[in-house]
């Protein structure tokens, strides 16, 4: 009997309390920092190390490459089976030059599971579209911006010390 009291005692508690439901599709929660999402891949930075497939404990990695006149190492294809890949990290965290991110994305739902592997080209544009692509990309247009408004502040300080001199000279002439 006194179980069912305290489960009441809970039940009653919560009704009280604010509720913190979202209306999923439309309004999306904040997930923390370091959630694991969907992989973004930066290919301009894959040096083909093959770390990644190594250290994969599903194997659902797959890279190749081939070297340039210059003898550097550059990405061929790079696949991903997401129907295996459980997503835990460990090939972003063996990514020495961090080619490959995880993003806040995790809709993966298809009527195929042909349509769970996915290519160097979907993960560029995963990238993109929400990766951190946009969050370096804002970077650079607010230090655009910031280093405007430095210089049309330098040019105004600029201008007042010259009338400032300008005003002394008049005044020392007199």
Request: aromatic residues 8%.
């Given at each position: 009997?006194?179980?069912?009291?305290?489960?009441?005692?809970?039940?009653?508690?919560?009704?009280?309390?604010?509720?913190?439901?979202?209306?999923?599709?439309?309004?999306?929660?904040?997930?923390?920092?370091?959630?694991?999402?969907?992989?973004?891949?930066?290919?301009?930075?894959?040096?083909?190390?093959?770390?990644?497939?190594?250290?994969?404990?599903?194997?659902?990695?797959?890279?190749?490459?081939?070297?340039?006149?210059?003898?550097?190492?550059?990405?061929?294809?790079?696949?991903?089976?997401?129907?295996?890949?459980?997503?835990?990290?460990?090939?972003?965290?063996?990514?020495?030059?961090?080619?490959?991110?995880?993003?806040?994305?995790?809709?993966?739902?298809?009527?195929?599971?042909?349509?769970?592997?996915?290519?160097?080209?979907?993960?560029?544009?995963?990238?993109?579209?929400?990766?951190?692509?946009?969050?370096?990309?804002?970077?650079?247009?607010?230090?655009?911006?910031?280093?405007?408004?430095?210089?049309?502040?330098?040019?105004?300080?600029?201008?007042?010390?010259?009338?400032?001199?300008?005003?002394?000279d008049k005044g020392g002439d007199a």
């Amino acid at each position: 009997m006194f179980g069912f009291l305290k489960g009441l005692s809970v039940t009653f508690g919560q009704m009280t309390k604010k509720k913190l439901t979202l209306q999923y599709p439309e309004v999306k929660p904040e997930w923390p920092e370091r959630f694991r999402g969907i992989h973004q891949f930066i290919p301009e930075h894959c040096i083909v190390c093959n770390q990644c497939a190594r250290i994969c404990p599903t194997s659902c990695i797959s890279l190749s490459g081939n070297r340039d006149e210059n003898k550097k190492m550059h990405i061929d294809t790079y696949d991903i089976n997401f129907e295996i890949c459980i997503l835990c990290d460990l090939c972003t965290e063996v990514c020495p030059t961090e080619a490959i991110l995880m993003t806040d994305q995790f809709e993966l739902a298809t009527y195929s599971r042909d349509e769970l592997y996915k290519d160097i080209h979907w993960l560029y544009e995963n990238h993109v579209k929400h990766g951190n692509y946009q969050q370096l990309q804002a970077a650079k247009v607010q230090a655009a911006k910031e280093a405007e408004e430095k210089a049309k502040a330098a040019e105004t300080e600029k201008a007042t010390v010259e009338a400032s001199t300008a005003g002394s000279d008049k005044g020392g002439d007199a």
